[in-house]
């Protein structure tokens, strides 16, 4: 081992990228799987046929992009990546597909979430003439936020492990570093600084997460 | 208001010999009515008139037909079947049954959270079942509800669950800050405004819920076991500051419940649900004296200590060994009001010569009204016990010969 040899300012670079992609990343997540859960939730308690259609749509969608596994998105999408943001690679390429393999999951995340909120507060806002968006708004996200907080925390620690999938294809970040300079070229001390780095990481986002659960939680 | 079909001419307009005698609203819409009734030439126009007992009552609440079925055909399981029910204006009407007798349906379906499978719901004027899913919305702030198990935002503090409903329709800030601090005020948890409701004892959670009800104004207030979930004492607490709201703001409060003591608390009327359908109702007084129905009798004496079990030990114990030319009768007593506080049992006997023992008594109240009802057995000459009783009745008390 000698670490001497480590180029760091290029761990700096892919840290950097990293942090960047799961930014990125976990914002459209959250941007797209929130409604989707809760489209899901409430189309799912449903007694309408049309909203129970809906539902199943949606579901079957969900459940498939959550069975193909993210290295064959990955692949599978590159035609649509390019279209989207001109590469497939980099930082840039691989937001897309991350987004895509993580909104079904943090979806079902939220559904699961808003199951939890007690049916006899919705009951309540309903008998106070609350309409359908009032109680999403003002009765749900708010009595699930704790709830979704951790969901968001665990969707994001998932995305620090895909973006190390995504350097197998050159995703940029941490993984591409391991996998470019630690598998391909045996540079064990680069692989051991970005497996480290990514640990140190994920501890981090566990922990301000449970921190802003237990922040947030009033019961 | 003649236009629209979802209004109708309310019994605002009590008749007694078709003669306009109610208050509240002008004998125009009365002879509007009649006139429109005879020709029938306004077939949208839903026109009803009630024969009222003449002291101008209100019907704040109508329920015409209802009925309720869960699940299909087959598998259909009826929770009401054409349930009619009126309750008027100003009133505390209880509603008592089993569970599973259909109460809670029969109050959930006040406010359309469950949407009856037959029949019309009418809350002030206003037929409900015909509404549009935002008409209905705008009438439900006008019901206000409480519940069980108090459904408070757990994640909002008191001031934000009161000034829930306000927020709903956009009031400006400074409207919700006056009102939330008077309905606050009104329930006695100023202090507790920014605790969240976890920090709250169960008393004090229904009474945030009672805050967050009234805060809109509703011309109703629908409690669903309002008090199931709190011990006695809390349970009194919360019906004394019912009580006090119906009498400050004139609120009629509909009310279920499976037990008499909240109903001879507060109610001034009562309906006995059973399978369903109402097998009885009338003025708490009465149904609580004279129960008629099997099941509403089952509730009274249940109610009082000892309940059924005290009543047939009586009954079987009640003869006892006579001399010759004495005879005995076994009689319930009832009286109501002031004749509870006079002497007129002790004053009768001592004028008929008859002696009497008492086997069971109650003596108690019904919202604030005295009353007592004894199982007495007389024991003398039969004529002179026939005379006894006739003087108890000529004195008002009801008297109901057992055996």
Same mark, same amino acid.
């Given at each position: 081992?000698?670490?001497?040899?480590?180029?760091?300012?290029?761990?700096?670079?892919?840290?950097?990228?990293?942090?960047?992609?799961?930014?990125?990343?976990?914002?459209?997540?959250?941007?797209?799987?929130?409604?989707?859960?809760?489209?899901?939730?409430?189309?799912?308690?449903?007694?309408?046929?049309?909203?129970?259609?809906?539902?199943?749509?949606?579901?079957?969608?969900?459940?498939?992009?959550?069975?193909?596994?993210?290295? /064959?998105? *990955? !692949?599978? #999408?590159?035609?649509? +990546?390019?279209?989207?943001?001109?590469?497939?690679? $980099?930082? &840039? =390429?691989?937001?897309?597909?991350?987004?895509?393999?993580?909104?079904?999951?943090?979806?079902?995340?939220?559904?699961?979430?808003?199951?939890?909120?007690?049916?006899?507060?919705?009951?309540?806002?309903?008998?106070?003439?609350?309409?359908?968006?009032?109680?999403?708004?003002?009765?749900?996200?708010?009595?699930?936020?704790?709830?979704?907080?951790?969901?968001?925390? /665990?969707? *994001? !620690?998932? #995305?620090?492990?895909? +973006?190390?999938?995504?350097?197998?294809?050159?995703? $940029?970040? &941490? =993984?591409?570093?391991?996998?470019?300079?630690?598998?391909?070229?045996?540079?064990?001390?680069?692989?051991?600084?970005?497996?480290?780095?990514?640990?140190?990481?994920?501890?981090?986002?566990?922990?301000?997460?449970?921190?802003?659960?237990?922040?947030?939680?009033?019961? | 208001?003649?236009?629209?079909?979802?209004?109708?001419?309310?019994?605002?307009?009590?008749?007694?010999?078709?003669?306009?005698i109610s208050r509240e609203e002008p004998s125009l819409y009365l002879q509007r009515a009649l006139f429109l009734r005879r020709t029938g030439s306004f077939p949208f126009l839903r026109v009803k008139i009630y024969v009222g007992d003449g002291e101008g009552a209100v019907l704040v609440i109508e329920l015409v037909g209802l009925t309720k079925t869960y699940g299909r055909r087959t598998k259909a399981t009826t929770a009401l079947s054409h349930l009619d029910l009126k309750i008027q204006k100003g009133?505390?009407?209880?509603?008592?049954?089993?569970?599973?007798?259909?109460?809670?349906?029969?109050?959930?379906?006040?406010?359309?959270?469950?949407?009856?499978?037959?029949?019309?719901?009418?809350?002030?004027?206003?037929?409900?079942?015909?509404?549009?899913?935002?008409?209905?919305?705008?009438?439900?702030?006008?019901?206000?509800?409480?519940?069980?198990?108090?459904?408070?935002?757990?994640?909002?503090?008191?001031?934000?669950?009161?000034?829930?409903?306000?927020?709903?329709?956009?009031?400006?800030?400074?409207?919700?800050?006056?009102?939330?601090?008077?309905?606050?005020?009104?329930?006695?948890?100023?202090?507790?405004?920014?605790?969240?409701?976890?920090?709250?004892?169960?008393?004090?959670?229904?009474?945030?819920?009672?805050?967050?009800?009234?805060?809109?104004?509703?011309?109703?207030?629908?409690?669903?076991?309002?008090?199931?979930?709190?011990?006695?004492?809390?349970?009194?607490?919360?019906?004394?500051?019912?009580?006090?709201?119906?009498?400050?703001?004139?609120?009629?409060?509909?009310?279920?419940?499976?037990?008499?003591?909240?109903?001879?608390?507060?109610?001034?009327?009562?309906?006995?649900?059973?399978?369903?359908?109402?097998?009885?109702?009338?003025?708490?007084?009465?149904?609580?004296?004279?129960?008629?129905?099997?099941?509403?009798?089952?509730?009274?004496?249940?109610?009082?200590?000892?309940?059924?079990?005290?009543?047939?030990?009586?009954?079987?114990?009640?003869?006892?060994?006579?001399?010759?030319?004495?005879?005995?009768?076994?009689?319930?007593?009832?009286?109501?009001?002031?004749?509870?506080?006079?002497?007129?049992?002790?004053?009768?006997?001592?004028?008929?010569?008859?002696?009497?023992?008492?086997?069971?008594?109650?003596?108690?109240?019904?919202?604030?009204?005295?009353?007592?009802?004894?199982?007495?057995?007389?024991?003398g000459d039969s004529a002179a016990i026939e005379q006894t009783l006739s003087e108890l009745t000529a004195e008002g008390l009801d008297v109901e010969v057992l055996r």
């Amino acid at each position: 081992m000698d670490f001497s040899k480590v180029r760091w300012e290029e761990v700096g670079t892919a840290s950097i990228e990293t942090l960047q992609i799961l930014a990125v990343s976990g914002l459209f997540t959250v941007l797209l799987g929130l409604p989707l859960g809760v489209i899901l939730f409430m189309t799912g308690r449903s007694a309408s046929p049309s909203s129970k259609l809906t539902y199943i749509i949606l579901s079957v969608i969900v459940n498939i992009l959550r069975s193909v596994p993210f290295i /064959i998105l *990955i !692949v599978a #999408l590159i035609p649509f +990546t390019r279209t989207l943001v001109g590469t497939a690679t $980099g930082v &840039l =390429g691989v937001i897309p597909p991350l987004v895509i393999s993580a909104a079904p999951y943090f979806a079902r995340l939220v559904e699961n979430t808003l199951r939890e909120v007690d049916r006899g507060v919705i009951e309540a806002a309903q008998a106070m003439g609350a309409s359908t968006a009032q109680i999403v708004r003002r009765v749900l996200l708010p009595e699930a936020l704790p709830g979704l907080l951790a969901g968001i925390t /665990i969707t *994001i !620690v998932t #995305l620090v492990s895909y +973006t190390a999938m995504a350097g197998m294809v050159g995703g $940029g970040g &941490l =993984g591409t570093l391991a996998i470019n300079y630690g598998y391909y070229r045996y540079q064990n001390e680069i692989m051991i600084i970005s497996v480290v780095s990514m640990i140190i990481l994920v501890q981090l986002l566990q922990m301000i997460g449970d921190r802003l659960v237990i922040y947030f939680t009033r019961k | 208001m003649l236009g629209a079909n979802s209004y109708r001419i309310m019994l605002h307009m009590i008749l007694a010999d078709e003669k306009v005698i109610s208050r509240e609203e002008p004998s125009l819409y009365l002879q509007r009515a009649l006139f429109l009734r005879r020709t029938g030439s306004f077939p949208f126009l839903r026109v009803k008139i009630y024969v009222g007992d003449g002291e101008g009552a209100v019907l704040v609440i109508e329920l015409v037909g209802l009925t309720k079925t869960y699940g299909r055909r087959t598998k259909a399981t009826t929770a009401l079947s054409h349930l009619d029910l009126k309750i008027q204006k100003g009133e505390i009407f209880g509603v008592i049954g089993h569970s599973g007798a259909g109460k809670s349906t029969l109050i959930r379906c006040i406010n359309l959270l469950e949407r009856p499978t037959e029949g019309e719901v009418w809350v002030d004027g206003i037929n409900l079942t015909e509404l549009s899913k935002s008409e209905l919305q705008q009438q439900r702030r006008k019901i206000g509800m409480i519940f069980q198990h108090f459904n408070l935002l757990s994640s909002a503090t008191v001031y934000d669950n009161v000034a829930f409903p306000l927020k709903l329709v956009n009031t400006p800030k400074d409207a919700i800050d006056r009102k939330v601090k008077e309905m606050l005020a009104l329930v006695g948890l100023e202090q507790h405004s920014s605790k969240y409701p976890a920090q709250l004892s169960g008393g004090q959670k229904q009474r945030v819920g009672i805050a967050r009800a009234l805060a809109s104004d509703p011309s109703v207030l629908l409690c669903d076991e309002a008090t199931s979930a709190l011990d006695p004492q809390t349970t009194n607490s919360i019906l004394k500051l019912l009580l006090d709201i119906n009498e400050k703001y004139n609120l009629t409060i509909v009310l279920i419940t499976h037990e008499m003591h909240v109903i001879q608390n507060i109610c001034d009327r009562v309906a006995v649900i059973h399978q369903g359908g109402i097998v009885e109702q009338g003025p708490v007084t009465e149904v609580f004296m004279k129960p008629q129905h099997a099941i509403t009798r089952d509730f009274v004496s249940r109610d009082s200590e000892g309940g059924l079990a005290l009543e047939e030990t009586v009954m079987a114990n009640a003869e006892t060994e006579l001399p010759a030319g004495i005879s005995s009768k076994l009689v319930k007593v009832s009286f109501l009001g002031n004749k509870t506080y006079e002497a007129i049992l002790s004053r009768t006997v001592r004028k008929t010569g008859v002696d009497f023992a008492i086997l069971q008594g109650t003596i108690s109240t019904i919202k604030q009204v005295p009353y007592g009802q004894l199982t007495v057995r007389f024991e003398g000459d039969s004529a002179a016990i026939e005379q006894t009783l006739s003087e108890l009745t000529a004195e008002g008390l009801d008297v109901e010969v057992l055996r």
